[in-house]
């Protein structure tokens, strides 16, 4: 019975990769921001799964697909403590963490509504600002975008 | 700085600020230089601002350039619908310099970056004004004879104005302190309390105006638009409280100059001008000095 259960929420992978460890309220910014809603790949998705550091967080394992570092760093606005694990031929080969970028372009929305970036045709682009919860200062009108303001794109 | 776009007061370090104003100081000599001889200028107003357009104006015409450009956006192709990339990578095909003002924030960032000709920003949005904050530091410096611990007292908008934050910045290269004198609604805001927090320099607050100046040696005084407050009833209740009056001027130290970016409405009487305190409209002139400055350093004419 305890087997059954733990095979419903994590399924065995062959190759790919598992992302543990986002705060349950980011899974889909995760899915978003990695562009997993335009894949083909396999993919389970665990939502709101008990976790003891975070209360409730969310996992995602997708097959056949790794992601270069740089990828896995734009996530770092939304699930800075993501763990990723690499999976080969049903061995974990490989652990990977998110690195907080110092800077990001095209992923978030500046808050500013008065900025350039919300009215034209230009890719954003902020400095992060590392303190607990990350803020973004926007590289063209020079505003900050705190966590509680934060939209992607 | 040669060919180093201006688009904001942060680009530039202490020792460019210090660059600006001697030569600042050499154009007060001798205004009229023909540096910019053959050379072409674009004055790009996306919004009108006549104040500002006249004193590049002036500087580009003292240095014998010429000026192609338009005042404001409806008489540009903007009104058409072209993006400020297309106007601007057309723009800088025929110019050796753009100067452009422009209502959205980050505009003249983003205009730096595709453009091959310098851009320098002559405002955009409530971001940034630098060449305002080079002419205030000018007026400062000139007035003062240093830029070294001096008393600044801000005054008005200290929360939207983005005058009053860019001589924050630029001053606290040279260990200002500052009051600050604003109502409630329009304090300064945390980040830069944080900022001066970070550099170990002195800032008080008040709300009142009336018998603080007394150590003073600049009184930077705003303007406090009725658009920025949420209630109308606070705006009325303060409207009147930071007003600078000629009485108000006794027992102020004799160094001290009232500066104001202008135009100005009411926030500083009329019988303040005649003053010897009274600086703003020479500081005006000395924005002429101050532009033509930056426009032959980024040239490299200088």
Not at chain 1, 72 to 79: C, E, P, S, Y
Not at chain 2, 110 to 117: D, I, R
Not at chain 2, 207 to 219: L, P, S
């Amino acid at each position: 019975m305890k087997n059954e259960k733990k095979q419903l929420l994590v399924s065995a992978l062959e190759n790919g990769t598992v992302i543990d460890h986002i705060p349950a309220k980011s899974l889909f910014k995760v899915i978003s921001i990695l562009g997993l809603d335009h894949v083909d790949n396999q993919m389970t998705l665990g939502g709101n799964l008990n976790s003891q550091r975070y209360g409730k967080k969310a996992i995602i394992k997708i097959s056949e697909k790794f992601f270069e570092q740089d990828d896995i760093n734009k996530i770092a606005l939304v699930a800075p403590e993501a763990k990723l694990n690499v999976i080969r031929h049903y061995e974990v080969v490989e652990k990977k963490e998110v690195q907080v970028p110092a800077e990001i372009a095209g992923i978030a929305k500046c808050v500013n509504p008065k900025c350039i970036t919300n009215h034209q045709n230009v890719t954003t682009k902020f400095a992060v600002i590392p303190k607990d919860e990350i803020s973004l200062k926007c590289h063209y009108c020079e505003k900050i975008t705190d966590q509680e303001h934060l939209e992607l794109l | 700085m040669k060919n180093k776009s201006l688009v904001s007061i942060n680009d530039f370090t202490k020792d460019d600020y210090l660059r600006i104003l001697e030569l600042a100081k050499e154009f007060e000599k001798d205004p009229n230089q023909n540096l910019l001889d053959g050379k072409v200028v674009a004055s790009l107003f996306f919004e009108p601002s006549t104040r500002t357009k006249l004193s590049f104006d002036t500087a580009i015409n003292r240095l014998g350039g010429r000026i192609i450009g338009f005042s404001d956006a409806s008489s540009s192709s903007t009104s058409k619908g072209e993006s400020l990339k297309d106007t601007i990578m057309t723009v800088a095909n025929y110019a050796d310099l753009i100067v452009m003002r422009h209502p959205l924030e980050g505009s003249a960032r983003l205009a730096s970056e595709v453009s091959q000709v310098p851009i320098i920003n002559a405002g955009d949005g409530a971001n940034q004004h630098p060449t305002q904050t080079l002419l205030d530091l000018y007026s400062i410096q000139k007035t003062q004879g240093t830029l070294e611990n001096l008393n600044i007292f801000l005054v008005g908008d200290l929360k939207y104005g983005r005058t009053v934050h860019s001589l924050l910045i630029a001053m606290s290269e040279f260990n200002a302190t500052f009051n600050f004198v604003s109502p409630p609604e329009l304090r300064i805001p945390d980040e830069y309390k944080q900022f001066l927090d970070n550099k170990g320099l002195k800032y008080y607050e008040h709300t009142d105006f009336e018998g603080i100046m007394h150590n003073a040696d600049i009184v930077y005084m705003t303007r406090v638009q009725r658009e920025r407050f949420s209630d109308p009833m606070e705006y009325e209740k303060v409207k009147n409280v930071y007003v600078l009056k000629r009485d108000m001027l006794e027992g102020t130290k004799d160094n001290m100059k009232i500066l104001h970016p202008l135009p100005r409405v009411n926030e500083i009487s009329e019988d303040v001008d005649t003053s010897d305190q009274a600086y703003y409209f020479p500081q005006a002139l000395n924005g002429v000095y101050a532009r033509q400055a930056i426009i032959a350093s980024i040239l490299g004419l200088k």
